[in-house]
C-alpha cells in the first residue's frame, strides 16, 4: 500500500516544479528566473521561454546592488512543453507552452576601467603649449 501511494505521490507532483508555482526565486547567489512562452513551433516556444527566463532575471538584477556589475554562470535547466491543438472556423491549430528554468549564479564584481583625471595623467594626454 505504501508503494502504491508513493508512486502516486510522484507522478502527480511530477508537473510541480518551480516554475508552475513562481516566476522567480533566490537562493544564495543563484537566481532561479522562469520563461513562459506560447507558440505555434515548439522550438520558438522553447527559444522565447528562455528570453523571457532571461528578462526575469535583467529585472530582479536591476533592482539588486549584489547583483548589479557582476560576472554571471549562466546554467539551463528543466524545460517543459506541452502541445495543444485547436479548431477555428474549421482550421485546426497547434500551439505549443513552453516553461523554462534559468539559474543565473552571480560571480565576482566586475572590473571597471576607471579613469584619471587628476592633473598629471591630463597634461600628458593633453600637453599645454
Known sequence: MALIMMFLTVVFAKEDWLCTQTASERIGNDI??????????????RSDAFIHAENEFKTLCKADDSCRDHKLIVIPKRTSCEQSTYVIANHKYTNFKCVR?????????????????????????????
Open 32 to 45: 532561479y528566473a522562469c520563461g513562459v512562452a506560447n507558440e505555434r513551433k515548439e522550438e520558438d516556444a
Open 101 to 129: 528554468l534559468v539559474i543565473f549564479s552571480i560571480q565576482e564584481e566586475l572590473e571597471h576601467h576607471k579613469v584619471d583625471y587628476s592633473i598629471t595623467n591630463i597634461s600628458r594626454m593633453h600637453p599645454i603649449y
